[in-house]
């Protein structure tokens, strides 16, 4: 039980607990700092053009990567890797954890920007994935583009996050990441970051003894949580199991 975990040394606050504080401050701090370097760094990338008439399909059917910057200025868009033709316990965890971070794009738009999910499978069948989750951002197929907007070095099959500009009917694009780069759109891990206990997973840089036994990946034990909840279903990413509590089906199938 957590109740039996390790904890950190329990000192007083007016000097121990502060000091300590105040010296990994700096560092915070000097970490900042360099984010903010690297992101003007960013900036200052130079681009490539892409195909502005990159096939995409949406809720409408057919459009083009031109359209789905919805006549803003930037786009933003995360590649959802797809196992086609398998059912949601299947779909990818890594995924389904950064989409459900994403809620509200006012924000974006109020910068000139749209941010899309382009999932790497056919529209139907991952559109009811979309639907069993309940996200609402915009959610288009790019099965048909991979070979044109995930170009080497990058890895179609792999998640990404791409930005893109538009020039009136010409599109750029301007910055990619990949893998643990994704960390950008997903605010659960910053905020595990701030914690005793971290995202207790079992790479981190813990004390000995550390919980140690979560990941947003689904594992032989189940939907981890902590602490180990007895006889919980196996096999699925944790942010399906409130869903299929509420009574929503995920089944992918056309029935």
């Given at each position: 039980?957590?109740d039996?975990?390790?904890?950190?040394?329990?000192?007083?606050?007016?000097?121990?607990?502060?000091?300590?504080?105040?010296?990994?401050?700096?560092?915070?701090?000097?970490?900042?700092?360099?984010?903010?370097?690297?992101?003007?760094?960013?900036?200052?990338?130079?681009?490539?053009?892409?195909?502005?008439?990159?096939p995409?399909?949406?809720?409408?059917?057919?459009?083009?990567?031109?359209?789905?910057?919805?006549?803003?200025?930037?786009?933003?868009?995360?590649?959802?890797?797809?196992?086609?033709?398998?059912?949601?316990?299947?779909?990818?965890?890594?995924?389904?954890?950064?989409t459900?971070?994403?809620?509200?794009?006012?924000?974006?738009?109020?910068?000139?920007?749209?941010?899309?999910?382009?999932?790497?499978?056919?529209?139907?069948?991952?559109?009811?994935?979309?639907?069993?989750?309940?996200?609402?951002?915009?959610?288009?197929?790019a099965?048909?583009?991979?070979?044109?907007?995930?170009?080497?070095?990058?890895?179609?099959?792999?998640?990404?996050?791409?930005?893109?500009?538009?020039?009136?009917?010409?599109?750029?694009?301007?910055?990619?990441?990949?893998?643990?780069?994704?960390?950008?759109?997903?605010?659960?891990?910053?905020?595990?970051?701030?914690?005793?206990?971290?995202?207790?997973?079992?790479?981190?840089?813990?004390?000995?003894?550390?919980?140690d036994?979560?990941?947003?990946?689904?594992?032989?034990?189940?939907?981890?949580?902590?602490?180990?909840?007895?006889?919980?279903?196996a096999?699925?990413?944790?942010?399906?199991?409130?869903?299929?509590?509420?009574?929503?089906?995920?089944?992918?199938?056309?029935?």
């Amino acid at each position: 039980m957590l109740d039996d975990a390790p904890m950190p040394a329990i000192t007083d606050r007016a000097t121990t607990y502060e000091d300590e504080v105040a010296r990994l401050r700096v560092r915070e701090k000097a970490h900042t700092r360099e984010g903010d370097a690297i992101a003007a760094a960013r900036r200052r990338l130079p681009m490539i053009e892409v195909e502005a008439t990159a096939p995409l399909t949406g809720p409408q059917g057919a459009l083009t990567l031109l359209d789905a910057f919805e006549g803003r200025r930037q786009l933003i868009a995360y590649y959802f890797m797809w196992n086609r033709g398998a059912s949601a316990r299947e779909q990818c965890e890594g995924c389904t954890w950064v989409t459900t971070q994403f809620a509200e794009p006012s924000y974006l738009h109020s910068r000139d920007i749209t941010y899309a999910t382009f999932c790497q499978g056919p529209y139907a069948e991952s559109a009811r994935y979309r639907d069993f989750m309940g996200w609402d951002m915009p959610w288009y197929s790019a099965e048909e583009s991979l070979d044109t907007l995930l170009r080497p070095p990058k890895q179609p099959g792999l998640m990404h996050l791409v930005s893109y500009l538009r020039r009136g009917d010409r599109v750029f694009e301007t910055y990619w990441t990949t893998r643990r780069g994704v960390e950008a759109a997903d605010s659960s891990h910053s905020l595990m970051d701030l914690t005793v206990y971290g995202r207790q997973e079992p790479w981190e840089d813990s004390p000995p003894d550390w919980p140690d036994r979560c990941t947003h990946t689904r594992t032989a034990g189940g939907a981890p949580t902590w602490p180990p909840i007895p006889d919980w279903p196996a096999g699925r990413p944790i942010p399906h199991w409130p869903r299929l509590g509420a009574g929503r089906s995920d089944d992918l199938t056309a029935g």
